[in-house]
């Protein structure tokens, strides 16, 4: 079993910051990608920011030159810095983990894709 820790949803003011952490658990060889996703009522789950094992980081078009992702010594946990949020990032966020499982092999295309349970982000004017 892989379990997904999320932590630092809150309440903030606009323009304000918060913190978004999630460390990955279990019977993990390797954490071939890990991400945050957010869905809003009504709208599908949409891409935040990601980085993958080598460094490769993915950023939504909403949130670039805002939100920064970088990931834990280890490599199993990730973190996502949000500076000058908006009323718009007011969202349930999600952490996704692309994991190879130990003796599932050694090929990230193979990951198999775990998600949390979410943690609310409010955003308020």
């Known amino acids: 079993q892989v379990q997904l820790a999320e932590s630092g949803g809150g309440s903030v003011q606009a323009g304000g910051s918060l913190k978004l952490s999630c460390d990955a658990s279990?019977?993990?060889?390797?954490?071939?990608?890990m991400g945050w996703y957010r869905q809003a009522p009504g709208e599908e789950r949409k891409l935040v920011s990601s980085?993958?094992?080598?460094?490769?980081?993915r950023y939504g078009d909403s949130v670039k030159a805002r939100f920064t992702i970088s990931q834990g010594d280890d490599k199993n946990a990730m973190s996502l810095t949000m500076n000058s949020l908006k009323t718009e990032d007011t969202s349930v966020y999600f952490c996704?983990?692309?994991?190879?499982?130990?003796?599932?092999?050694?090929?990230?295309?193979?990951?198999?894709?775990?998600w949390g349970q979410g943690t609310q982000v409010t955003v308020s004017s």
């Open positions: 279990g019977y993990i060889w390797r954490v071939c990608e």
């Open positions: 980085i993958n094992y080598d460094g490769t980081t």
């Open positions: 996704k983990a692309e994991v190879l499982v130990n003796g599932a092999g050694t090929d990230c295309r193979q990951a198999a894709e775990y």
